[in-house]
Antibody, heavy 119, light 108 residues
Framework: QVQLVESGGGLVKPGGSLRLSCAAS????????MSWIRQAPGKGLEWVSY????????YYADSVKGRLTISRDNAKNSLYLQMNSLRAEDTAVYYC????????????WGQGTLVTVSS | EIVLTQSPGTLSLSPGERATLSCRAS???????LAWYQQKPGQAPRLLIY???SRATGIPDRFSGSGSGTDFTLTISRLEPEDFALYYC?????????FGQGTKVEIK
């Protein structure tokens, strides 16, 4: 069965960095577009970034452009999100999600990892 | 960016009743690429409906989606205890992909 397991969240000071990971299993990871989606405490969902199966094409929401970097390692069935210059408004649960082709439709989600940006 | 507005914010109903949730887009959703997700506390969202009216794999037929253009509806024909949750609509017809703010379906 499809499984997505995020890790790497935690407490970080404003301006700090963090790297999130998502371990995928139960499907051919290298064939799928993948995304990161976040949810601030008590708030709705916000799509953050996606990456193509090869890793060549990436796309970001304006709110994170230049600060967050998505990447993947198909040999390790893993998705990553490097988070730099973090701000309080980046505080959220970060989910990795499998996309149905290039469309921004998400058929499987991980359980999420909490990132808290606070001094 | 397409803004999705969901209504009502909270729906208080009893098991067995019909639930009707609305999602209105600030501009037409390309190809009616509108999805609905269910989220329970502490859990990840679950895909229910895509392309406005197609049920995802394993979703019971009491869930149905309808609508086109800017107005979309999720209907739960007879609420089961496990259906009380948060529901989000999402458009994936144009970038950036956006979500509504959610409708909570609670037990009356």
């Amino acid at each position: 069965q499809v499984q997505l397991v995020e890790s790497g969240g935690g407490l970080v000071k404003p301006g700090g960095s963090l790297r999130l990971s998502c371990a995928a299993s139960g499907f051919t990871f290298r064939d799928y577009y993948m995304s990161w989606i976040r949810q601030a405490p008590g708030k709705g969902l916000e799509w953050v970034s996606y990456i193509s199966p090869s890793g060549i094409t990436v796309y970001y929401a304006d709110s994170v452009k230049g600060r967050l970097t998505i990447s993947r390692d198909n040999a390790k069935n893993s998705l990553y999100l490097q988070m730099n210059s973090l701000r309080a408004e980046d505080t959220a649960v970060y989910y990795c999600a499998r996309q149905i082709k290039v469309a921004g439709l998400f058929d499987y989600w991980g359980q999420g990892t909490l990132v808290t940006v606070s001094s | 960016e397409i803004v999705l507005t969901q209504s009502p914010g909270t729906l208080s109903l009893s098991p067995g009743e019909r639930a009707t949730l609305s999602c209105r887009a600030s501009q037409s959703v390309s190809s009616n690429y509108l999805a609905w997700y269910q989220q329970k506390p502490g859990q990840a969202p679950r895909l229910l409906i895509y392309a406005a009216s197609s049920r995802a794999t394993g979703i019971p037929d009491r869930f149905s989606g309808s609508g086109s253009g800017t107005d979309f509806t999720l209907t739960i024909s007879r609420l089961e205890p496990e259906d009380f949750a948060l529901y989000y609509c999402q458009q994936y017809g144009s970038s950036p992909w956006t979500f509504g703010q959610g409708t909570k379906v609670e037990i009356k």
